[in-house]
Nanobody
Framework: QVQLVESGGGLVQPGESLRLSCEVF????????MSWYRQAPGEERELVAF???????DYGQAVKGRFTISREVEKETVHLQMNSLKPEDTAVYYC????????WGKGTQVTVSS
């Protein structure tokens, strides 16, 4: 059973940066496809960033050029670097892992407000 624990959320002003982290437990993250999703109140959950175990990455259109997903393999951790944050980036951000099944973390709140 894969367990995921997110951290790094918080309250920031527009234009600032945050880095989210997702630590993977009980599985070698190198064999997992890893993603970040987000869900704002009243909205559907949407894909933010994807990091495949084959090295491929992909991003949601709304965050391309601002967000970067990366892996720190020795720490079994996946990061989401978020730059130039906007109020519309406000959401709960979830880490997801996929291999034979799909696993989710509990989420971390990101609020962008002046």
């Amino acid at each position: 059973q894969v367990q995921l624990v997110e951290s790094g959320g918080g309250l920031v002003q527009p234009g600032e940066s945050l880095r989210l982290s997702c630590e993977v437990f009980d599985y070698d993250s190198a064999f997992l496809d890893m993603s970040w999703y987000r869900q704002a109140p009243g909205e559907e959950r949407e894909l933010v960033a994807f990091s495949g175990r084959d090295g491929r990455t992909d991003y949601g259109q709304a965050v391309k050029g601002r967000f970067t997903i990366s892996r720190e393999v020795e720490k079994e951790t996946v990061h989401l670097q978020m730059n130039s944050l906007k109020p519309e980036d406000t959401a709960v951000y979830y880490c997801s892992a996929k291999r034979y099944g799909t696993y989710w973390g509990k989420g971390t709140q990101v609020t962008v407000s002046s």
